[in-house]
């Protein structure tokens, strides 16, 4: 079953502009936490408020739980979707206690399920003695805490969250991904989270999808989009990666670091580019070594070294806190990726 | 002139001559705000002092039909201008329709014709042989009927038309200050558009439009002009009766303490309906509301609506006054003292914009040196003038200029064997008191504000490069508040103009200013002759409200730019 379904949706805000967004199609099944991630201007905000009913899609349909919300000829107003939504902002009402903001998409229940019904959700986000506060006096974790369960209360089929962290202190940030994503779990909540923050993608969604200038990049699990991804922009988006020049032979492809597995299948003769994360770099110290320390970073737990090639290519790695090389030594280039990912090189290699 | 910091310290650039032992600032502040607040100070002793006979002759006479009428009225136009006020602002701040950028500030100019010329216009248009009803009985016979402009509704409606600006402009404000996605969770948690202005956007704006609410009831119980020539009888109308009818002064005075007295209670009525809850935005950046746009007859129903206040408060009034104004002008009998009467109205007007706007000063630097409260009591005390009728002004400022005349004239006789005449009741010295208790507020406000943004490290920043303190106030300080100083003689100015009942009560024998002149003639039903002073009048009006839709304007312009949003 889906519950969410997306397709061919397209906006443009100005005629001649490119679109906002460009022919996103999706779908979600039940319980399933999907994350929009891109730059600013991807049009992962829009694709929310599309979803949402604040925006009339110029092409596209909608379908929520089976019912078709938007469109070309409909389009349902934000108010019948019974669509959930946290806003960046929270965008809690000023005029109203905590309990009453919780309970404001709650008028067509009567009174005492209503009562039972913010009780339960006061408790679910652990807001019980901050019942009759006003938004002003809380924190910035427990406004956002009541922005949450004022959208979870009308128990939605579908929950829209906009950046919801991005108002928050680094420790709190940390805590609330955990917090929301317990929660959501527990209910069951389907939802799609929009954000920029590729770690905070990675750590809630069941799926993340890639919005560059309006178009959607690649879908997939976690995994997927860091291990494979399908375009240089998602590889470059969502962690450090590194892009050295190669050719498809028969044994595999060859690189100025050694040959590494064809495991794309790419027809032999071909220039590519492979991508390399700096997890899959392995430095061994070596005086006779082709390649050149440059910089290393002290992280704690690790360290992130920055070593120049023969060719002059330079290329980052993790290496344990332990390591013992500096800058000026040099060492030996292995690399061990655990799926090569190569693209069609974009320009001839002398 | 010498600032605190040249009496401070930082003898390096210092002038020792300059040094005072004391602050001269908050001193001269205080004097100031004691001196302005001597009429107030006068009307509120009388008010604990009352003297019994006269209280018991007033409830025998007149008393109870006072208070009825004056809470009818407050409750007729508060809730006419609370309906009026908010509709139209939710109508131009959500919506879009033909005209709405000319609309939104249209909306504003009513604030610039004082109620009592939209008063005697609607009343020689309506009355029984004005252009309305005359030209109904020529089509439909004599037997026709029409209601009586004449009553208690007239006033409620044309009161309403004039005062509502005040309640638009504030809930527009607050309308325009709300979050856009404070909005829009409203949406998402299931309510409807009506159901978002009832829950969320109305409780929201509730503390701007009491506010309003309140200026505007304020003013209409100031009101001396309408309610005199529709013969309601209110505080304001009996005051002048018995100063000029009775000559009793005492009485006038209990009256006027009876009128701060709702005054007062209007102020609180005001802050208890303010609330416990503090209507703080709670985020850092809010967008403000997108408008929708309308279509169909929705959109000509907010265009005909929009338009049918500005004919009726606008256009209607400055269109009869034009007509009646050519007609006046062709007739033989031309008001030829037109010229005097508007020299007269320039001295006084500018007179006291003029010494508002130095007391202003005085007072705003001393409240910024000294930091202590007793000034910043004094200043508020002074700025109270403001919320209380012209009437009540008036009375406080004859009792004791009153009492000057008579020492002076004691002291004369003592001296030259001779009265010294009138000396401050018989000059404009006692009217521009009046106007300067009545209107301080003003120039106060905009003075202090635009101090505001002089902040005390550019002083410092001053003194550091090698200016003399006098040089700091010259090049630093004069550059920065002179447009706060323009602005507020320019609103004293025109209220000064436009305030009538204080120029009634306190203007020297046969000194007659444009209000004056308007008066004379509306209560003898010469609507033509009174059209071209009142024209006049809603001419200079307008500069204010220009001055107000200037920068109301920036504010929505900087709105639509911030209203873009991230893809």
Excluded at chain 1, 106 to 130: A, K, S
Excluded at chain 2, 125 to 153: C, E, K, M, N
Excluded at chain 2, 346 to 356: P, R, S, Y
């Amino acid at each position: 079953m889906i519950l969410l379904s997306i397709t061919h949706l397209t906006k443009r805000f100005t005629p001649h502009d490119l679109p906002a967004l460009d022919d996103l199609s999706l779908d979600a099944e039940p319980g399933e936490i999907i994350a929009l991630l891109g730059p600013s201007g991807s049009g992962k905000t829009t694709a929310l408020r599309l979803i949402a009913g604040f925006e009339k899609p110029d092409a596209g349909v909608v379908v929520i739980s089976g019912k078709t919300m938007a469109d070309r000829k409909t389009c349902v107003p934000p108010e019948g979707r019974g669509v959930g939504m946290v806003f960046q902002e929270y965008a809690l009402f000023p005029h109203l206690t905590v309990e009453e903001n919780i309970a404001f998409g709650l008028r067509p229940l009567d009174p005492r399920t209503r009562g039972h019904r913010v009780h339960g959700m006061l408790e679910t986000v652990g807001l019980t003695p901050f019942a009759s506060r006003y938004p002003h006096e809380l924190s910035g974790g427990q406004q956002q805490r009541v922005a949450l369960a004022r959208a979870l209360a009308p128990r939605p089929a579908l929950l829209l969250l906009d950046e919801p962290f991005s108002n928050l202190d680094a420790d709190m940030m940390v805590q609330m991904h955990l917090e929301v994503y317990t929660i959501l779990r527990e209910l069951g909540t389907t939802a799609i989270c929009v954000t920029h923050d590729q770690e905070e993608a990675f750590m809630i969604a069941d799926r993340v999808g890639i919005l560059n200038q309006g178009r959607l990049e690649q879908l997939g699990s976690p995994e997927e989009i860091y291990h494979r991804p399908a375009t240089r922009f998602v590889a470059r988006f969502v962690g450090k990666a590194d892009f050295l020049p190669g050719r498809v032979t028969d044994e595999g492809i060859a690189t100025e670091i050694g040959t590494l597995l064809n495991t794309p299948g790419l027809p032999a003769g071909v220039q590519v580019e492979v991508m390399l994360r700096p997890d899959h770099i392995e430095l061994i110290p070596d005086p006779m070594g082709s390649a050149m320390v440059l910089t290393r970073q002290f992280r704690g737990p690790d360290n992130l070294l920055v070593v120049q090639l023969r060719s002059g290519a330079t290329i980052h790695s993790h290496q344990p806190s332990t390591l013992t090389l500096h800058p000026g030594d040099r060492a030996k280039v292995v690399a061990h990726p655990t799926h090569v990912v190569a693209f069609l090189a974009t320009k001839p290699w002398l | 002139m010498p600032t605190r910091q040249a009496s401070a310290a930082v003898p390096v650039t210092g002038h020792p001559a300059l040094r005072l032992p004391w602050d001269p600032w908050p001193l001269a502040a205080g004097a100031v705000a004691l001196v302005v607040a001597t009429p107030i100070l006068v009307v509120v002793s009388s008010l604990v002092t009352p003297s019994l006979d006269i209280w018991s002759h007033l409830w025998q006479t007149q008393l109870l039909e006072l208070i009825w009428n004056t809470l009818t009225l407050s409750v007729g136009v508060g809730g006419g201008v609370v309906l009026l006020g908010t509709g139209l602002a939710w109508l131009t701040t959500m919506y879009r329709f033909p005209g709405r950028a000319v609309f939104e500030w249209l909306l504003i100019l009513p604030l610039a014709v004082p109620a009592y010329v939209i008063g005697f216009v609607f009343r020689g248009f309506f009355d029984y042989t004005g252009p309305v009803q005359s030209g109904l009985r020529r089509v439909f016979g004599p037997g026709i009927w029409f209601p009586d402009i004449a009553s208690f509704g007239g006033v409620v409606l044309v009161m309403t038309l004039v005062f509502y600006p005040y309640v638009y402009l504030l809930a527009r404000m607050a309308f325009l200050e709300q979050s856009e996605t404070t909005l829009e969770a409203a949406r998402a948690l299931g309510a409807r558009r009506t159901a978002v202005f009832w829950r969320v956007a109305l409780p929201l704006a509730r503390p701007s439009i009491v506010a309003g609410l309140s200026l505007a009831v304020m003013e209409a119980l100031a009101d001396f002009g309408t309610v005199a020539i529709y013969g309601y009888n209110t505080f304001t109308v009996a005051i002048y009766r018995v100063w000029f009818g009775l000559f009793n002064r005492q009485a006038a005075t209990e009256l006027a303490s009876l009128l701060l007295l709702f005054t007062g209670a209007l102020y609180a009525i005001e802050r208890s309906w303010r609330g416990r809850a503090r209507f703080y935005q709670t985020e850092r950046k809010a967008r403000p509301p997108a408008p929708t746009m309308l279509t169909g007859w929705r959109a000509w129903a907010a265009s005909g609506a929009a338009s049918a206040v500005v004919g009726g408060a606008l256009l209607l009034p400055v269109g009869q006054l034009l007509v009646w104004s050519v007609t006046a002008l062709g007739e033989a009998d031309f008001d030829d003292r037109y010229p005097e009467f508007v020299l007269n109205t320039l001295i006084v007007g500018g007179t006291t914009a003029i010494v508002a706007v130095g007391a202003a000063v005085v007072i705003a630097y001393g409240l910024r040196l000294s930091h202590s409260r007793v000034v910043a009591a004094c200043g508020r005390i002074a700025s109270m003038g403001y919320a209380l009728p012209g009437s009540v002004i008036a009375v406080g400022v004859l009792v004791p200029l009153a009492f000057l005349d008579r020492a002076y004239n004691a002291l004369a006789r003592v001296v030259w064997g001779a009265d010294g005449g009138l000396l401050f009741t018989g000059s404009i010295a006692g009217l521009v008191f009046a106007y300067l208790a009545r209107f301080l507020a003003l120039s106060v406000h905009t003075v202090e504000a635009s101090l505001v943004k002089v902040t005390p490290s550019m002083d410092m920043a001053g003194r550091s490069l090698g200016l003399s303190p006098g040089g700091v106030l010259r090049r630093i300080h004069l550059p920065l508040i002179r447009g706060g100083l323009c602005t507020g003689a320019i609103l004293v100015f025109v209220d000064v103009i436009k305030e009538m009942p204080a120029t009634l009560l306190l203007r020297p024998f046969g000194y007659e200013t444009l209000a004056v002149r308007v008066w004379q003639f509306t209560s003898e039903s010469f609507w033509e002759a009174a059209a071209l002073p009142a024209l006049t009048i809603v001419a200079a009006g307008m500069l204010p409200v220009l001055i107000l839709a200037r920068s109301s304007v920036r504010s929505r312009q900087g709105r639509d730019e911030g209203a873009g949003g991230e893809g």
